[in-house]
């Protein structure tokens, strides 16, 4: 429904007329966020329709106790519910004692912009209010880069018919609840509320958690841009705060607020400081100024664009898309804080519950690595470090044993925060994009450091799981894996998974290989390392043992693995064969019916075929590719991606460059019908690869970067940075040339289309 | 640890010696119920210590509402919690000022008896307060079956060494909570609270489900014996209500009170009508008074029994246990009333949730069909046809269409009411037990005409979803059934079942006979049924073309049917070889661990071995017996029975009396260490079973009674008596000889080991 109302344009994601039909989904495609803290963007001004609201700060979730027919033992206790945060955007706004609600209002001239180049929202419209007084409104709204606790409003209104009274009742309310809350559940218990002169604060915890937060605001008014001293009648409720500030205003000038306002949270204060940190963030937002502060925010993004931007010439929405991508997740994630991680909603919604999903190691991480520095590649797996005697434990209550970790399938502190079985139990495959990452960040980085100091106890662990994991089949005479579910979550607790079971012979085999490496490298942490994990060579033996004789499902008939065991006994009739209003199967279909069907929900054997394609001919790919797409509904958003740097690699440009479309325009255009709830963040990653591994080509093989450029015939060209080593490498490909440059670094070697070329800062190297 | 604790009795269960550990079994093995409500053996006094208080109303449930990590389309909305109801037991006792509380007094000569003869609970002991006081107390306790809203307690406490003030403070408490509750949830809201006389009321009704129930009480006091007038304090809290009556008790004098109690519900009374109605029952019952309605209630205990009772001689825990098992049988339905069903714990625990499973129909109905009139039995089957638009709206939840029925797996009101997916959407076979049970009231009573009366519209929406459910496989050129769980609940989204398979194909199959069978001797019902439900032969070409080519996993190697496509790829340990110490595996064991083994929770190829014995050959059930058991962990207590009636098929009476020993003591012994959460209801019927068709050999067959009775060693006789088409049967066993007695009805041909044997009311047939 939503589809193609967002205007193409470069730099701003543009949403032109006010349609109450599409407010929900607008408010996910321009939620703004700053890494600490994020917003659904819900309008300032009360708004009767249909709304999904939504404030999210960084790490801040509640444990919403697990429910089930039939307890079984292992299960985890809760789910990690994603809690929407008091609320301080809020602005009411009346005209001659009317409420302004766009709901009510005739609205003309509704612009909505979101600036991505800037960091900044805005609206602009014209409404006439039920009493027939007309105004002009301007808003712009940012969360700063450069204060992460500050928030900053400009609201203007204009009364064009007639002069007006105008009341701006900027509030603070903690009353809020969550979409998916269930009857009558509370999250949130307020401990104070307080007004000092022009600031007001709310604190407030989360139940259960204990998360102690102060919200915070203070505002300014102006009449004719001139700054004005209106005493605010202050009005206190249970849950809320609000100020009202009064102006007569003549026809044709405008009454402008600057409302500062943001959180302060106990993860970087003393929980009994939250409020003189709250005054002192807002005496700095104060100080600096509305236009001050939003220009530091503009420099901040300029910064982070710099490094991190593709350009796509010929293609509007294919450059708006990607920028969206890039976009949101600098908004997610900055990598400055390592206790925190990616949501796969990001800000922008509650679905999921909890932030750290595999997708993190899988998807985000060569973003991360190749867009900023060094450091935040680092830091995600210091996440996983930090959390690997939770991982343990998390697998001792499964009966795993000496030391063998399984890492939650979702979690927020190290603790599995989800609670399907079929899923925490079984998407086991999770483990082996752990150790991958840290395979996958020493071949990006070349910094081996990491694996002695921190990466190869993970693995140990991650070997220990899969070694107890598998299990001897006399029948196959072959170590079996049973009971799991692989990437595709549309099948549940099937045998044998090929991506599971290839992911723990590969976990194995690097684990031996690395403690080998470490042993003859690094001795004096090889046996701290071993003292520490107890680990001997009898039972790396018996781990090889399984690595070596693992067992993986074959068709002769169609010459490709198999999903898993069953997959034949399928009724195997393609997607293509699905009506349309049978689409998406996951909200058209029964569970029942999804479980029973052939659809695959995102790549599952051909996710392996991607991380590991030098161990396949490209005639293996193609026939995988060839046998499993045709069953793809693609309604994980972490799919197209991987299918594009495929087809990519198959030379089908045509397929490549469809699937780059879903997956970049994914939220934009709303493939999953879904973009109410939020954005997929996590996959965005996964279009920031499709580009530079997909059409770029780029890989790292034997500590030397390669590319092999292709271009789809849509586009004249298109062009990205890397950033490599100390070096930072920019491409750009055209349907012509492809030039490589070097702009920043020392001498380096690249491969391109397979021939070795050494660039430097001085010459533009044409390949 | 509680093993072995009951003494062994004939008629009662007993417990000597007041052990603070056993409590919580105690309270599930001594629970009352009358088929109308029931609660556990909680003490009428205050007791400090571990305790798990419950008490039921049979139909009175809420809806806990399904809280999963990703929600998928068909789930069900909620779990049916069964809801702990007001207290009205409780009577707290002071002795000079000091409360009685066994957790806290010294207690001598405990004991605990609950008479299953008579149908009362009773304790008698002597405490030393904490005063030094001693009391000698002695309690009765039973819940009316003549008056079924009513229960009476008989509570006497005689000073020993002291005269002394005693106060009994009999109370109503509406603020209970469920064991299982959740953080703060709350089921109930009470109305009002009303005093009247001696009549105290409280009305409220439950949340969400809107259950409005009044707790009514009345007592009368008595010193010697003599009744006597005392004007109670009476404490109204917020949702309590106390009478206090105090009394100066000389030493070695009696003090004694009546308390009559219970409940009125809206299901039977208008629902502001609920204060009078109870008034009315207090009425009865005061002015019946405590000892002629315990006389009535030994009588209608003496009936019940007249045409259930079990005898066995020479053993008599197997006496005791297989008494246990037809009185909480009967405590928990009378089949009076076909709103009601048979819950799995009945009236003694909250687990499980809801009340009607599959247990009812492949369990309790050959139970009732033998031991209660015929009308029993085919209000059970009705039940079933009230809710058959339900189970057809179930299905299309999950994408059936055409009228195809798939009855819940647990129901209060026809609706799902479980939630779990691996259950609701695939333990699809239970669908096949209610189609048997149909064709097993058949059998065993003759009444044809419930058929079509409503029998076989419930047969074709279930032979509709069979046709619907099957899909074809190539690969197998067979029908195939995918995703199930069968009887075995240690397995999930297993492929091919045989038991479902199984089913789905006699389900079919039976389908197609009955409708020809009803269009050539019941035509206009005939009529009148294809057009209601627009069946044509077309359609049931097509179902048969499932039935006919349905595909049952076998292995030439082992030469037995699989119980499911994967199941040789398990890692095939006997479970002799697991440890005690790894038992009961559902509580040691990790769920994922679990579903990886080869353990079977209970029969489920033998499950059909069972159901369908005469289309094997006894060594194919041999075979499959020696398959599968050794596997099988018998931690449903649905699972001895049926083994115990093989094994006795197999002449293997050892083994059969061993599994009855298991089933019939299940509870007693707490051999899945679970009983202080309740009892099994109804595998009680497998016990009853596990003799009638075990040791008694007893079938039908061509409208014609047969027996072959076998003995265990152990046993010097045991005796049964069936109702069977308007005919009494008894049938004694003993190691010498079996006679076979007409106890009410005409002229009866038997077949008695092969034999065609005819009995009449004038000779005692030995054969």
Same sequence: chains 1, 2.
């Avoid at 530091?296 to 300029?302: D, G, I, Y």
């Avoid at 690595?369 to 935040?376: G, I, L």
Wanted: glycine share 6%; proline share 3%.
């Amino acid at each position: 429904m939503n589809q193609d109302y967002i205007i193409p344009n470069n730099w701003s994601i543009i949403e032109e007329g006010f349609n109450t039909d599409r407010v929900k989904s607008s408010e996910s495609l321009f939620s703004i966020g700053n890494g600490a803290m994020g917003q659904r963007a819900n309008f300032e001004e009360y708004y009767s329709g249909p709304t999904f609201q939504g404030s999210y700060i960084a790490g801040v979730y509640y444990p919403d106790k697990t429910k089930v027919g039939w307890w079984k033992k292992g299960y985890p206790e809760y789910f990690a519910k994603v809690l929407n945060a008091p609320n301080w955007i809020g602005i009411n706004v009346q005209v001659n004692g009317e409420n302004l609600d766009l709901f009510t209002c005739k609205v003309d001239n509704f612009k909505r912009e979101l600036n991505m180049q800037e960091g900044w929202l805005s609206r602009t419209f014209t409404a006439t209010l039920k009493n027939n007084v007309v105004v002009t409104v301007k808003t712009k709204r940012f969360l700063s880069l450069t204060l992460d606790e500050v928030g900053a409003i400009n609201y203007t209104i204009t009364p064009v018919n007639v002069d007006a009274t105008i009341t701006y009742s900027p509030y603070l309310d903690a009353g809020i609840t969550n979409e998916d809350t269930n009857w009558d559940d509370k999250f949130w218990e307020i401990t104070s509320i307080n007004s000092k002169d022009n600031k007001a604060f709310i604190e407030a915890h989360t139940l259960k958690t204990e998360f102690n937060t102060c919200t915070f605001m203070e505002s300014e008014c102006f009449l004719n841009d001139k700054k004005t001293d209106i005493t605010p009648k202050i009005e206190k409720l249970e849950n809320k705060i609000t100020y009202n500030y009064t102006a007569d205003v003549d026809a044709k000038s405008s009454f402008t607020i600057h409302k500062f306002a943001g959180y302060t949270v106990d993860r970087n204060h003393p929980k009994d400081k939250l409020i003189s940190a709250a005054t002192k963030a807002l005496e700095k937002a104060t100080s600096t100024g509305f236009n001050a502060l939003l220009e530091s925010q503009k420099n901040a993004w300029a910064t982070i664009w710099e490094t991190s931007d593709i350009t796509i010439n010929g293609d509007v929405k294919a450059q708006q898309g990607i920028r969206f991508n890039i976009f949101q997740l600098n908004q997610t994630y900055l990598g400055t804080d390592a206790q925190l991680n990616i949501g796969p909603k990001g800000f922008t919604g509650e679905k999921y519950g909890g932030s750290t999903y595999w997708d993190t190691e899988a998807y985000c991480l060569p973003f991360y690595m190749a867009t900023k520095d060094q450091n935040v590649g680092r830091n995600l797996l210091a996440y996983r470090y930090n959390h690997l005697e939770k991982a343990i434990e998390n697998a001792e209550k499964l009966d795993f044993s000496n030391g063998a970790a399984l890492y939650p399938m979702v979690t927020m502190n190290g603790e599995e925060c989800h609670n399907e079985w079929e899923i925490t139990f079984e998407e086991i495959h999770r483990n082996g994009a752990i150790a991958f990452a840290i395979y996958n960040y020493y071949r990006y980085t070349g910094d081996y450091s990491y694996i002695p100091e921190k990466g190869l106890e993970v693995l140990i662990g991650i070997a220990r799981f899969w070694h107890q994991r598998a299990t001897f089949s006399t029948k196959q005479n072959k170590y079996v894996i049973l009971g799991v579910t692989g990437p595709n979550e549309y099948e549940n607790n099937i045998n044998n998974n090929w991506y599971t079971n290839y992911m723990a012979q590969w976990c194995i085999n690097y684990t031996v290989e690395t403690i080998a490496n470490i042993k003859e490298n690094y001795a004096s942490d090889y046996d701290r390392i071993m003292s520490k994990v107890n680990l001997n060579s009898d039972e790396i033996k018996k781990w090889k043992d399984v690595a070596d004789n693992m067992y993986f499902p074959f068709s002769e008939e169609h010459n490709v693995f198999l999903q898993q065991d069953g997959f034949l006994d399928k009724e195997l009739t393609p997607a293509s064969s699905l009506k349309n209003s049978q689409r998406p199967i996951n909200q058209k279909w029964s569970w029942d019916r999804i479980l029973r069907s052939p659809y695959i929900k995102q790549a599952d054997t051909l996710q392996g075929f991607y991380l590991f394609e030098d161990n396949f001919t490209i005639e293996e790919i193609e026939r995988h590719f060839d046998f499993y797409e045709p069953f793809t509904v693609h309604e994980s958003s972490l799919s197209p991606c991987v299918h594009s740097i495929l087809a990519a690699k198959l030379d089908r440009m045509d397929q490549a460059y469809s699937f780059y479309l879903r997956t970049s325009r994914l939220d934009l255009d709303d493939y999953n019908k879904e973009v109410e709830e939020g954005l997929h963040i996590t996959s965005m990653a996964g279009t920031w690869m499709s580009i530079i591994e997909g059409f770029g080509g780029m890989r790292v093989r034997n500590n030397t970067l390669s590319f092999s450029p292709k271009i789809p015939k849509e586009w004249d060209g298109y062009s990205f940075k890397v950033n490599f080593r100390n070096h930072t490498i920019k491409v750009s490909v055209t349907q012509n040339k492809n030039t490589f440059e070097l702009l920043k670094g020392e001498e380096l070697t690249l491969m391109i289309n397979g021939k070795s070329i050494t660039i430097n800062q001085n010459n533009l190297i044409t390949a």
